[in-house]
């Protein structure tokens, strides 16, 4: 299989299926001289990590992650030092539940890659999904958090703006709501809503579908090309690339699409310190491919997790149509733990363009 692979200066190559040994990655491309630790990726692994509440995959995996390449020893205890060489990254499997999945070996699941894995190897791992599980995501994870180190100054944090039908109340926005609540929200009252909704949803042996908001800070302008490097094109395929998401926006997105031009022009004017200062962000930070300076927003939707209790309608290996109900433990919203890979994804694509400008045109 190809295609494991995505960025050009910063390019990530993962492997590694859901019921393997392991999953890991190899982060190429990382300047010499980066300091980072194992703890430094490991926060960010705990923010996806299954099993830590009620509402996402009790699957028990602790996604300890090793170092194996690309660095040597720092100054103090635990720091590591980038040499300019491929940095690997691997995470042991703990957790695997194979047998769950015996009942539909020869079953395609709705909703899933099994049909079409087949139509195109004739083969294919029905062990949890094999590599096109979720699992694989944990990888870019531990990946974007090597990225985050990369540019100077870069901030890439995301936030859970929408389950099913009910939306956040943005005047009660707060970022430091988002460590407080099982769902990555930053409004207290709407995920005191989303945990009551998601009760009955988990109850159900259903599942919803979500919105995830990401903003990246502190993104140096001039990032991207005009053409065919655009930087939101980049993030848009990184964040479509995750599993279950079938749409991305930039900026107001779709919602652009009812404003006038009046409205929708982001007025500039001189700032106190002579630089360029922007009166709006209706772009999401990105005019023409090349970033602005300002925060770059984007936001992905999360389709409803296809594994359900629900019997529902298709086929079998060999042509028979047959009734298919998924075991095993699944995510009533696989969008809560689509955060942190939100945040990876964008900082891995900004991380690449940083390198990709600097190396065009000599400034960081």
Known sequence: MSHNSFGHLFRVTTWGESHGIAIGCVVDGTPPGIRFSEADIQAFLDKRRPGQSRYTTQRQEPDQVRVLSGVMPGDSEGELVSTGTPIALEIQNVDQRSKDYSEIARRYRPGHADITYDMKYGVRDYRGGGRSSARETATRVAAGAIARRIVPGLVVRAALVQIGTI?????RWDWAEIDRNPFFCPDAETAERWAAHLDAVRKQGSSVGAVVEVVAEGVPA???APIYGKLDSDIAANLMSINAVKGVEIGDGFAAATLSGEDNADEIRIGGDGQPEFLSNHAGGVLGG????????????????????TPKR????????VDVMTKGRHDPCVG?????????????????????????TGRG
Not at 290 to 309: C, D, E, W, Y
């Open 222 to 224: 001039g990032l991207g």
């Open 314 to 321: 298709s086929i079998n290996a060999d042509g028979e149509e």
């Open 336 to 360: 809560i733990r689509a955060v942190p890979i939100g945040e990876a994804m964008v900082a891995c694509a900004i991380a690449d363009h940083y390198l990709r400008h600097r190396g065009q």
């Open 167 to 171: 939306a956040i109340e943005r005047e």
């Open 290 to 309: 090349i970033s602005t300076g300002q925060p770059m927003v984007a936001r992905f939707a999360v389709k409803p997790t296809s594994s359900i209790l």
